[in-house]
């Protein structure tokens, strides 16, 4: 099945890719899906966690098959379905599910957020809910999936302990972020590395909504020194975020980073064509700190 549907930069859309898990209805990001696949014959590997069946290797990569039945607590009846091959974060994984029924294109607007009480402190596998043809499709966090069945594919916080002592810095910071967990952990992050300043958000429209106050009131030099945004996120996504601010010639010189478990090489090059400053994947904690060291430097010099 062909996953590729071109989209245009900066539009807040996304295409999504639905599948059924026993009779309910689930939903991937297509840019984190590589292919489909009918379910072949894994090798089961020792001691591994009970939600990974094991490894298999099509054209000499080597996958792990998650059950995500199991992963969401969800019974399992053996069926084995298709294998849904995903890349993000760095990480080749195939996830089985039991039939996938397409592709639709929806803008990130229409995505609602789930509340507490079904992502209960940040508990919950759930990113967004998308009502369509009068059923509801979930979108699931694939990323803490994967990082509760292995956390150390999540955020490297020693690479944050091997940067050493740093001196306080009080650039204003902006961040676009959606996730409870991840917002936490940069932040601490970002602390710990010495940027205090910090301006959280939960989607791109909080962010640019302040970034749009700051310029009316003329204060974007006091309150806005960076931006670091993801890419996924409701009602406005990283990308348009991104867009926005270079294309507006009062904001342009703000960098921009895009900090997402999607840069690939595909998505970096759409990262490049909106102007971006730079893109991380999200593992790397350490990176971005040195990547926020070298544009402000630059923006410093520019001034």
Known sequence: MDTKILLENGTNELE????????????INVAKVREI????????????????????????????????????????NEEKGLLIITNFN??????RVDAVLGIHRVSWEEIIKPDATINAAGAGVSTGIIKMNNKLIIILDFEKIVTDISPETGLKMSEIDELGERERNMVPIVIAEDSPLLNRLITDSLKKAG??????????????DKI?????????????GCVITDI???IMDGHRLT???????????????????????????????LGADAQLAKPEIGNLVREID???IKKQQNL
Request: charged content about 25%; proline content about 5%.
């Open 16 to 27: 999504v890719l639905e599948f059924t898990l026993g009779g309910n209805h689930y939903g």
């Open 37 to 76: 696949l009918t379910y072949e014959k894994v090798t089961p590997v020792p001691n591994a966690h009970p939600s990974i069946e094991g490894i298999f290797m099509p054209r000499d990569t080597m996958i792990t098959v998650v059950n995500l039945k199991k992963s969401i607590g969800m019974a399992d």
């Open 90 to 95: 760095k990480l080749n994984i195939a996830f």
């Open 195 to 208: 940027y205090v300043n910090l301006n959280i958000n939960n989607n791109g429209k909080e962010a640019w």
């Open 212 to 224: 749009s106050e700051y310029k009316r009131k003329g204060t974007i030099k006091q309150n806005v």
């Open 232 to 234: 996924e996120m409701p």
């Open 243 to 273: 867009k926005l601010i270079k294309d507006d010639s009062a904001l342009s010189n703000i960098p921009v980073i895009i900090f997402s478990s999607l840069v690939n090489d595909e998505m970096r090059r759409k990262g490049e064509q």
């Open 294 to 296: 070298q544009l402000l």
